[in-house]
């Protein structure tokens, strides 16, 4: 890994990114509902401000978090 992260031009630590991204949805005692903390955990992992999250209704799809 040492060299992977020395010598290649795109270091991107996956594994970083996915703890962190499990460690914003499984966060014990927030105010913040499931979906919301999913919307959020995207959201930082990406560097956007926010976004949506889609659930599925009968034949379309209908908001479920922002």
Do not use: C, H, K
């Amino acid at each position: 890994m040492a060299i992977a992260r020395n010598f290649y031009r795109y270091r991107y630590d996956y594994r970083s990114e996915w703890l962190r991204f499990i460690a914003t949805v499984s966060a014990p005692g927030d105010a913040q509902g499931l979906p919301e903390r999913v919307v959020q955990a995207v959201a930082s992992v990406l560097e956007a401000r926010g976004g949506w999250l889609l659930v599925p209704d009968d034949d379309r799809f209908s908001p479920g978090a922002t």
